[in-house]
């Protein structure tokens, strides 16, 4: 029932953004000055990035998002095999991060989202919206499948982790918090007057420099500082700041499909809860919210990882 209301209410919210959506516009740039008619050797500036995107293009980018999340599911709930997973992983961190560098993506559309609602003359594309609710919409019935595996902020994240620790339980919590605290003060920013305006996500995304090869160096350095401490603290981004992180948490707890830890298999050693970097595992079961689906449990399962596997083959 609370799934029936969850669905809901992103259709109430997405009926509303859609009411914002953009109106098709030329930018009259042959009346514009240009670099002859200002001349003096005048040259324009190259500081948009990204450039615009064709429509058929952008479309194509929510498909390919729907299939990979589509594909996540399968590797990850069917499948079980972390290994694909990676593949995935270094799949979307190719194409949603570096060739398309780290934009749309849904974590940055809450501003947008949240503006179309409150603010009759601003307008988004159809592809901001359908990427906003898309992975929320997944959520509901699998979980976070977004998180593992397509999402290219977490999968870099995911690809770095190299020797994970265990944080505390009470500092984990503690720490939890902040990104509900990021995802109001980032709406609050969003929500003021137009001259105030400000889109402290996308500004302060730790990684889309990276994904860019350029901006300040500030950014840059922030991106691989997260990135250094992302080797051993397992995706610091996703577990503590990520807004959208938090959103996906509130709808995955309806799910009722997602990573499980088999009861049928299991032999109650623990070493999955071992295994599990982002501490999602409580009393040998996977917790919903927090599970960012990267099927290490898996892999550390004496009766379904990769030496069962090769049992399986000799
Ligand atoms: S928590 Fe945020 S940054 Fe991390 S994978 Fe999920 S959406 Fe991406
Ligand atoms: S329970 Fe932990 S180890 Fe298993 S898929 Fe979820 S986050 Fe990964």
Redesign the pocket.
């Known amino acids: 029932m609370s799934r029936l209301w969850a669905v809901v209410a992103l259709l109430c919210a997405l009926t509303g953004s859609v009411w914002a959506q953009a109106l098709p516009y030329e930018r009259p740039v042959d009346r514009a000055p240009q670099e002859k008619s200002i001349g003096g050797g005048y040259k324009t500036p190259d500081v948009q990035k990204p450039l615009p995107r064709k429509g058929w293009l952008e479309i194509t980018d929510v498909v390919l998002l729907a299939a990979a999340m589509g594909v996540s599911v399968w590797i990850v709930v069917k499948r079980r095999n972390r290994r694909w997973l990676m593949a995935l992983s270094a799949t979307s961190v190719a194409y949603f991060g570096f060739y398309r560098e780290g934009c749309v993506c849904?974590?940055g559309s809450i501003q947008n989202v949240t503006v179309a609602l409150t603010d009759g003359h601003y307008h988004i594309p159809m592809v901001v919206t359908a990427t906003f609710f898309l992975p929320l919409l997944v959520a509901v019935f699998y979980g976070?499948a977004?998180?593992g595996g397509v999402?290219a902020?977490?999968s870099l994240?995911e690809l770095v982790l190299i020797r994970p620790v265990q944080v505390p339980k009470k500092l984990d919590r503690a720490l939890g918090w902040l990104k509900y605290v990021y995802l109001l003060a980032a709406i609050g920013f969003a929500v003021l007057p137009l001259a105030q305006r400000d889109f402290v996500i996308c500004r302060f995304d730790p990684f889309v420099s990276l994904f860019r090869r350029s901006g300040f160096a500030h950014m840059l350095a922030l991106g691989a500082a997260f990135l250094v401490l992302g080797m051993f603290v397992g995706?610091p981004?996703?577990r503590y700041l990520?807004p959208?992180?938090g959103l996906?948490a509130w709808f995955s707890r309806l799910s009722s499909r997602g990573v499980s830890i088999t009861p049928n298999k299991e032999l109650d050693c623990g070493l999955c809860t071992d295994a599990c970097p982002y501490g999602a595992i409580e009393k040998m079961r996977a917790v919903r919210a927090n599970c960012?689906y990267c099927a290490r449990c898996y892999e550390a399962c004496p009766r379904e990882g990769p030496l069962v596997q090769l049992r399986g083959q000799a």
């Open positions: 849904p974590i976070r977004f998180c999402c902020l977490g994240q995706r981004y996703c990520c959208y992180g996906l960012l």
